[in-house]
């Protein structure tokens, strides 16, 4: 019984040893520690900086009609919240066109109120800068909205009678800064596992260390979990940090219950990325190699599993495609927990989550055996 | 002169085989930008297209016409379902909305009365969520023009500054173009550079008789003829598979070897800098998608935040795209005009080998 104990708790010390060591020079490596947390964090940063803008284009407005019907359409512009708007001359608009400072010229013609007194054709002219159509369709849609909008305002005497009654599949909308901290949360977990495990393991081979591990009296399985658990455990501590960051800031902020199966999913990413880590690392064996191939492995499986939009936008072979990558369940989970409060298809995409941490776990060890084998 | 040619073409020989030694590092360093060409093309698959179940409750002609006018909106890819099968689709996150038209929908208009069109929409990112939110007024705005022309008098009148409009992967995948061959330069020349500190062989370059600028430009020339290899297959899966023919050739080769060779020069300011492959590595992994995401990859940054702007405009990639979006779409992106991004480009090519030749010298030194 005491001997049985004592093994264990040799083990115990071996893979501490092992997760100590292995946590050190991770950290002692700046470049390391870069490669996991640079690509993230600059994508959030970007995020930051760049939601502002999203889906109000800057337009110039021209109203050349001082009529009631002008002032209406005018104050239905400004008020429809769908563009960042400089009221300008003509002469002011095209230059602001031509310096590019805006997307469109909105101009309301002197015959304005006339023309919609006497219920003649009325346009309202519109000149885009159609350079590509995300800036030209935003303002295709947003100019019919606001008409839309002026139309509404006449209430019953509105000649529109097609109204709209929308429904939301979820209780709130989310911002996009916020939609993006998940699935970049995420992105850090799988760099973090991959790179943590992935060097770890690559660098034995590479400064040849391993083989005085091999020659030392622990057993190569104890060896392997020890590798797994440290890039395990700095992922782990990683993604509890960024957690913690979202929670401070107000972005990431589960209620209740849904903190545990928060850290849960946190848990088999991290787990997930381990395992793959180990696996490349014991193909690979160099530590360059597997800081290409990891941020690659992981830039694609982001992009893949939906990370930067809504996977539903995407087409339907891309849609089929993210059903095969964990990252799709791991990004699901965490959004339904932190965002709704939701436990919708929670046991699907655990079971999904562990199941892929399971078979890169058992792909790195018999990477690891074959490759300590030969 | 010959004697510093001679040093020049030796330096990049052994750099060029060098790269073509590591098998591994090779194949990556070749169909990287490609590889980046591809990645970042995903992010714009699904474009504006709004994958939407319609229910068909009522197939009168007022109904026909108010779906034909959704198909018009550049704003949704319709699918005619059941309400089940739309509700199942929706649930499981296949679509992002549901347009149900009401079984009474053509007897209500016919008779003038108000008529509603629910619309279930799978909110789950403002942004995408928004763009379904204004879709339906301009459906409906676009069936009103169709059907009742004398009764909704105000619509757009649209004029386009340029005769046809781009598609979301013509546009971007030149700008993605620019991101290639930053990435592409920097690893090139960032690495061989890193490897002559790491392997301690720098030491012997300089103890010898060859000039430290002859070293220097037989380095840059030697990573910037293997990034060549790979700016080709970038820019021949661009035209010749994406089918992105350019209204200049000649500006793009001009400018893709001008931009090729800034990067190579920063890539080798960075291997010297760090003296190791992996911050190299990392740096150029690290930066490539925020300077995309910054620099005017999705279209002139003047309609982006203030923030933006400031930050894109410290990078000599916003100019890159820029002169390479003239060159494959005659496109203007900024005030400066092809001669002032050019320039601004040669200012920073001239200010980086300066920078590069002051850093070598001080390593030197401390070496």
Not at chain 1, 173 to 199: K, N, R, S, W
Not at chain 2, 255 to 272: C, E, K, P, Q, R
Request: neutral net charge.
């Amino acid at each position: 019984m005491f001997a049985g104990q004592n093994k264990f708790l040799q083990v115990l010390r071996i893979i501490w040893a092992i997760i100590k060591k292995d946590v050190v020079v991770w950290l002692r490596n700046p470049a390391n520690v870069a490669a996991t947390v640079l690509p993230p964090i600059s994508f959030l940063l970007v995020q930051a900086l760049g939601a502002a803008a999203v889906g109000r284009s800057p337009v110039a407005l021209v109203n050349l009609d001082n009529g009631p019907q002008a002032v209406q359409i005018t104050s239905s512009i400004v008020n429809a919240n769908v563009f960042r708007i400089f009221q300008a001359t003509p002469d002011q608009a095209k230059t602001l066109l031509k310096d590019l400072n805006v997307v469109a010229v909105i101009t309301i013609p002197a015959d304005f109120s006339q023309r919609f007194q006497s219920h003649q054709p009325d346009p309202i002219d519109v000149t885009v800068n159609n350079l590509n159509l995300d800036f030209t369709n935003d303002i295709r849609r947003a100019v019919p909205d606001a008409i839309t909008q002026y139309y509404q305002a006449q209430g019953g005497s509105s000649p529109i009678r097609v109204g709209l009654v929308e429904a939301d599949l979820r209780p709130r909308d989310i911002e996009l800064f916020q939609y993006a901290v998940i699935p970049t949360t995420v992105m850090l977990l799988l760099i973090g596992g991959l790179l943590t495990a992935g060097l770890a393991t690559a660098r034995e081979w590479e400064t040849r260390t391993i083989k005085e591990i091999l020659l030392s009296p622990a057993q190569s399985g104890v060896i392997i979990a020890g590798k797994v658990l440290a890039g395990f455990i700095t992922t782990f501590i990683l993604g509890l940090l960024v957690l913690s960051i979202g929670y401070i800031l107000g972005y990431t902020r589960p209620e209740g219950v849904y903190w545990v199966s928060t850290l849960v999913i946190v848990a088999l990413v991290a787990l997930f990325g381990s395992g793959l880590g180990v696996t490349l690392g014991a193909l690979i064996q160099r530590i360059r190699p597997m800081i290409a191939v990891s941020i690659n492995a992981a830039l694609y499986l982001f992009f893949l599993s939906g990370g930067v939009g809504v996977l539903a936008f995407e087409p339907v072979w891309l849609q089929n495609l993210a059903a095969f990558i964990p990252l799709t369940y791991g990004t699901h989970a965490l959004q339904m927990a932190v965002f709704y409060s939701s436990a919708d298809l929670l046991g699907r995409d655990i079971a999904v989550l562990a199941g892929s941490a399971v078979l890169t776990l058992a792909l790195g060890v018999l990477a690891m055996r074959r490759r300590i084998a030969s | 002169m010959s004697n510093t040619l001679r040093v020049i073409w030796a330096c990049a020989r052994k750099d060029i085989a060098m790269a073509l030694t590591d098998r591994l590092a090779t194949i990556i360093g070749l169909f990287l930008p490609v590889n980046f060409l591809i990645l970042m093309s995903l992010f714009v698959l699904g474009g504006g297209q709004a994958p939407t179940a319609v229910v068909m409750n009522d197939r009168g002609p007022y109904a026909q016409a108010f779906v034909n006018a959704m198909s018009r909106a550049h704003s949704f890819r319709l699918m005619p379902s059941s309400a089940a099968q739309a509700q199942n689709l929706i649930n499981q996150g296949r679509i992002v909305a549901v347009v149900t038209i009401p079984p009474d929908f053509d007897t209500r208009l016919q008779q003038n009365q108000p008529v509603n069109v629910g619309v279930e929409i799978n909110n789950l990112n403002t942004d995408f969520t928004n763009d379904i939110r204004r879709a339906v007024p301009l459906s409906i705005t676009l069936f009103y023009a169709s059907q009742f022309p004398n009764l909704v008098t105000v619509t757009p009148s649209e004029h386009d500054f340029y005769p046809q409009d781009t598609d979301y992967i013509p546009y971007l995948s030149v700008s993605i173009l620019v991101i290639a061959l930053m990435i592409g330069g920097l690893l090139q020349a960032g690495s061989a550079s890193a490897q002559e500190w790491e392997s301690g062989t720098m030491k012997e370059l300089l103890l010898s008789p060859a000039q430290r600028w002859a070293i220097l430009v037989g380095k840059m020339l030697g990573a910037f003829l293997v990034s060549l290899v790979s700016a080709l297959i970038v820019l021949a899966v661009l035209i010749f598979i994406v089918g992105v023919h350019p209204v200049h050739w000649g500006e793009v080769l001009g400018f893709s070897l001008m931009t090729l060779f800034i990067f190579i020069v920063i890539g080798t300011l960075i291997g010297t800098l760090f003296k190791n492959r992996q911050p190299v590595l990392a740096l150029s992994f690290g930066t490539a998608i925020p300077l995309f995401f910054l620099s005017g990859a999705f279209g002139p940054i003047s309609f982006t935040t203030s923030a933006i702007q400031f930050i894109a405009k410290i990078f000599p990639v916003y100019y890159a795209i820029a002169l390479m979006q003239h060159a494959f779409h005659a496109f203007t992106l900024n005030t400066l005009g092809l001669s002032g991004n050019l320039l601004v480009l040669a200012a920073y090519a001239i200010g980086l080998i300066v920078l590069v030749t002051i850093v070598l010298e001080r390593s030197t030194s401390v070496h």
